[in-house]
């Protein structure tokens, strides 16, 4: 089946799927999830396919520590708005080693940064999919360094 939508339209599939996959995270891993956290994870998901087509030039493992900072300030403005302001207590970090007011940690941004190395590609090949029609080849690391431009 060949699909090709808006980059607009693209641009709400990936959020979508993001949300979706978000929220399931969460509840394999804690047994439920709260709606904001849907909302969270599509702009989460949807960052992580902007910095891997905005920044082509970076290397991967600098796209996944981007992508695991823009997680922590995704995550850091959800928890000053929803758990301080509104206290709705849908986290709290403020037990965990290097933390922020409770709302972001170290730890969490590590998990974020290697989590986006399997978030970067699946959010590229679903844009790619929805934008153009075709699923790009991921190259092993060997073949793209060796056709780098230096």
Not at 27 to 36: E, M, R, S
Not at 40 to 56: D, N, S, T, V, Y
Request: aromatic fraction near 10%; hydrophobic fraction near 50%.
């Amino acid at each position: 089946m060949h699909v090709c939508i808006s980059p607009r339209a693209a641009d709400g599939v990936v959020f979508g799927l993001g949300a979706g996959a978000y929220g399931l995270i969460e509840v394999l891993y804690k047994g439920d999830t709260h709606p904001t956290m849907l909302v969270a994870g599509g702009i989460c998901f949807l960052a992580m396919e902007r910095i891997a087509q905005k920044l082509p030039q970076i290397p991967f493992l600098g796209k996944c520590l981007m992508s695991g900072a823009a997680v922590t300030g995704v995550e850091f403005a959800f928890g000053c708005v929803f758990n301080l302001a509104l206290k709705m207590n849908v986290w709290d970090y403020s037990h965990l080693p290097f933390n922020i007011a409770g709302q972001v940690c170290l730890w969490f941004t590590i998990l974020w940064s290697a989590l986006a190395a399997v978030g970067i590609p699946l959010s590229r090949m679903a844009y790619n999919y929805l934008v153009a029609g075709k699923i790009p080849r991921l190259r092993p690391a060997r073949q793209a360094r060796a056709g780098a431009v230096r």
